[in-house]
């Protein structure tokens, strides 16, 4: 173990999850904490002591000291929460819980776990990425959820709270400084405005930038900057003493640049982009550098043989943009017999992005402005009352969901040349007519003059001219568009009966209708596939055809050249499943929960339960998803059935105690988890394509100790430590063609799944005298080593166990008009894959990295 994360351990062995933020009110309080947390997640009020759930709860002051600036960084504060971003913000944004959740790289699919802000709930998890504003607490709920929140969940949700209007004056102004090599800049800004007694209106605003942690070599381009902008206006009328309603607007920006690679491990397939491109494709392995390249304009290649000329080459983009608007409304009302709630609201969110989707030098594919779109009404409408022991709770959810994207991934200018030069690697033939021997490649072996036909060396003289039509550059998708409209009503119940003084029984239901239509219009454009279709359905006396299209290319994938015939015509591209696409689903599912609490004391409570959870299924909008191969010759083979999944369940069991000790100056929380999902949705990239399938049956087990103390006055030490097993319980099998690499095997541990995980914080606020204190805090967050890659896996991508930590100092008066902070994160500089994966057709390994050490200073003014 390195001395760093020795350290680590030093640090996080006594702590972790929650520190209350100092220099905020939260801090001015006496030693009984067992009050101090409210959560609402149980659609009521209650002390976070007394809820029988797996919940977590963070203050808005501690996310403040932890740097938290979106939702993403709140998993350094949250042992059992897991979020990053792989190939993109807005749609490559995926959130685990307890190891289980949904790939996103796909719009298709919803998120196992769901993110809810001021109760709204959020299309995708890249749709809710934009900046916080200022917080009360965010809500972690571990385990399925139904039965609570408006749109059920098979994992999990995360409910953000955002501080409302005000009814005393208050206004706030935060500028950042960063002081290190990215020079992040950012203001925020907001306060309350009373305009009469029953009346408040609130205005948050804030806008961020920062440059690049990633550096293409050739350009000297920044990749993974920052440069967004978010505001958000609400009102709060107390209509009469029993009933008020909040209203808030709100829309962000992002003109972004993401997300880049580094390079890892460079498989065969580069010595063919190194023949063609030279040395500068191949920079040097140093992860921790940043580095990549990406497709610079490159002047352009001569005739080649029957390959025409190609011109010069467009330097590929990483440009990311998304526009968000909602406007929502709470009303509550207290009709005496029961609280009303009803939270009704309507949110747009686009996005468009391109992607050189080799992320290499050579041009080989990219994406040309992809969009994403949705659209959501939501209405939820909850009932909550008591009568007599009884304490009941239903409520009626509604939601309608617009999905619109378009795909563009595009053949680069190098496409056919680099599918050439593999193929004679390979084999010694070639794909195209090219005649490589005249033109000087840096192969390390002569191929012969004139190179033969791949269909030659294989059939002989049957096939001695057949050659594949090469691919130009902008060929490819060039509008996939696909709509899905989403239906989905529920009626939902959460009832607390009290058996006894101490004794607490809590029984759920939810039923959830719910339609799926889809319609798409695919149009891609490929010579190469075409051809090579041509070549399947040649017929001789040896090769003689059955109806479904078996022919010598059905040979050659057998005979180990699969990967080779993908390159010449992916699924991605695949001009086959061109055309008009229709499909529907319907789906009525009941879920569920069940659970026991037993108060032994005032400060112990003990509770088992068990809770059935449902994600719905749908539609893989993506054509590579149709049952294509280079060797399909009919479009009869496919069906919209093969882009459907199904819906996934979760059975889960807990048992939990929940203690207050020491006079009331310390909780300890301790949960032990199994949840046995079946059909787990997974959608996974396999390095050509990504493919979708229902896994039979995954396990997540564990155990979780949560723990929050206040020592002595000013000090606050939390921790928490979650041991988590979450496996493959059967084995699929996802590409027959290619079994070991493309296969999930039984035992098997799933990605981003980290058996050992470690959280801390420390707050300390030292009075300085003069009406003046200080503030120290540090968190860190440890993982256990895991895998970051489920499909065709090189174990050198998977993580080794590493330790983060955010650090505050600060100074400023009691009152807290100001004050100066100095920060850092990651302050150790440590290095771990946020993920990694073989670029498309090659087989190399490559990996999205973390953000390095920053550091700077924020300035804080509030009256």
């Known amino acids: 173990m390195s001395n760093k994360r020795k350290l680590g351990w030093l640090l996080l062995s006594g702590a972790s999850v929650a520190a209350m933020g100092a220099m905020s009110p939260a801090l001015a309080q006496d030693d009984d904490v067992s009050e101090e947390i409210v959560v609402t997640a149980t659609g009521r009020a209650a002390a976070i002591q007394d809820v029988p759930l797996a919940v977590t709860a963070i203050g808005g002051e501690q996310l403040e000291n932890s740097g938290v600036q979106d939702l993403r960084d709140v998993t350094q504060v949250a042992p059992s929460l897991q979020m990053g971003t792989g190939q993109s913000n807005s749609s490559g944004t995926i959130a685990r819980i307890r ?487 319907e789906e009525n599912e009941w879920s569920g929960t069940a659970s026991l609490a037993y108060h032994m004391s005032d400060d112990v409570m003990v509770y088992g339960g068990y809770s059935r959870g449902y994600k719905a299924g749908g539609f893989n909008v993506d054509r590579s998803g149709f049952a294509v191969r280079p060797s399909t010759v009919s479009v009869a083979a496919l069906n919209v059935g093969q882009l459907a999944f199904e819906p996934e369940f979760t059975d889960s069991f807990e048992l939990g105690v929940r203690s207050t000790v020491f006079g009331g100056t310390t909780t300890v929380n301790l949960t032990a988890f199994y949840q046995q999902i079946s059909d787990y949705q997974l959608n996974a990239f396999n390095g050509f394509n990504f493919i979708t399938r229902n896994v039979p049956d995954v396990v997540s087990q564990g155990v979780e100790l949560e723990m929050a103390t206040h020592p002595m006055d000013g000090l606050t030490i939390s921790g928490g430590i979650v041991y988590t097993d979450a496996y493959y319980d059967s084995t699929v099998v996802f590409n027959t063609l290619v079994p070991a690499p493309n296969t999930v095997t039984a035992g098997d541990p799933l990605a981003f799944a980290p058996e050992l995980v470690v959280t801390g914080a420390i707050a300390y606020e030292m009075p300085l005298g003069g009406n003046m204190r200080a503030l120290f805090y540090v968190d860190g967050r440890y993982n256990s080593d895991y895998r970051v890659q489920t499909l065709n896996r090189l174990a050198l991508t998977d993580n080794d166990a590493f330790a983060i930590f955010n650090g505050r100092i600060g100074i400023g008066p009691e009152n807290e008009r100001w004050s100066i902070e100095l920060w850092g994160q990651n302050l150790t500089d440590e290095y771990f894959n946020v993920g990694a994966f073989a670029p498309p057709l090659q087989n190399s390994r490559v990996a999205f990295p973390n953000e390095p050490q920053t550091y700077g200073v924020t300035l804080r003014a509030r009256y």
């Open 99 to 585: 190891g289980i959740g949904t790939g996103s790289d796909n719009p298709g699919f919803e998120g196992a776990v769901g993110i809810f802000i001021d109760g709204v709930y959020r299309a995708r998890a890249g749709a809710a990425l934009a900046d916080l504003p200022d917080l009360e607490r965010v809500e972690i709920l571990r385990g399925p959820q139904g039965t609570l929140f408006g749109r059920n969940t098979s994992a999990g949700a995360i409910s953000v709270v955002s501080a409302g209007p005000d009814f005393e004056p208050s206004m706030y102004l935060e500028g950042l400084f960063g002081i290190d090599d990215l020079e992040e800049t950012g203001a925020r800004a907001g306060g309350s405005i009373p305009l009469s007694d029953t009346f408040a209106v609130r205005l948050d605003g804030s806008v961020r930038a920062r440059d690049g942690y990633i550096t293409d070599l050739i350009s000297g381009q920044d990749i993974n900057n920052r440069d967004r902008w978010s505001l958000r206006a609400q009102s709060m009328w107390d209509i009469s003493p029993d009933a008020s309603l909040r209203v808030i607007v709100d829309g962000s920006e992002t003109n972004e640049v993401c997300c880049g690679i580094t390079p890892l491990f460079y498989g065969t397939t580069q010595g063919a982009i190194f023949a063609i491109m030279g040395p500068a494709s191949t920079p040097a392995i140093n992860a921790e550098g940043r580095n990549m390249t990406v497709s610079p304009g490159f002047p352009g290649l001569p005739p080649i043989g029957a390959m025409p000329a190609q011109g010069p080459t467009p330097a590929r983009s990483y440009a990311e943009d998304t526009e968000e608007f909602g406007i929502s409304g709470q009303l509550d009302w207290d009709l005496g017999f029961a609280n009303l709630t009803s939270i009704t609201a309507w949110r747009d969110w686009e996005a468009v992005r391109d992607q050189d989707i080799d992320f290499n030098l050579i041009d080989i594919a990219y994406r040309d402005d992809l969009k994403v779109g949705f659209e959501n009404f939501t209405q939820e409408l909850r009932l909550q009352g008591e009568s007599g022991r009884l304490d009941w709770l239903v409520g009626l959810f509604y939601a309608n969901e617009t999905l619109d994207t378009t795909d563009t991934i595009r053949t680069g200018l190098h496409l056919s040349l680099y599918a050439n030069a593999i193929s004679i690697g390979a084999t010694g033939c070639e794909l195209y007519d090219s005649t490589l021997g005249d033109f000087d490649f840096a192969f390390p072996f002569p191929p012969p003059d004139p190179v033969p036909s791949l269909f030659a060396c294989f059939a002989g003289p049957l096939l001695a001219n057949a050659y594949l039509t090469p691919n130009v550059a902008g060929q490819g998708q060039q509008a996939d568009k696909w709509q899905v409209e989403t239906e989905s009503v529920a009626l939902f119940t959460h009832n607390e009966i009290s058996l006894a003084d101490n004794l607490i029984l809590t029984l759920g239901a939810r039923y959830n209708h719910e339609t799926k239509d889809l319609g798409a219009n695919l149009l891609s454009i490929s010579p190469s596939c075409t051809s090579l279709q041509g070549i399947n359905i040649f017929t001789d006396p040896f090769f003689a055809l059955p109806a479904d299209g078996i022919g010598f290319i059905n040979v050659l994938e057998g005979a180990g050249l699969a990967d080779l015939m993908n390159i010449a015509c992916n699924p991605a591209i695949n001009p086959i499943s061109n055309g008009l696409w229709s499909g529907a689903r």
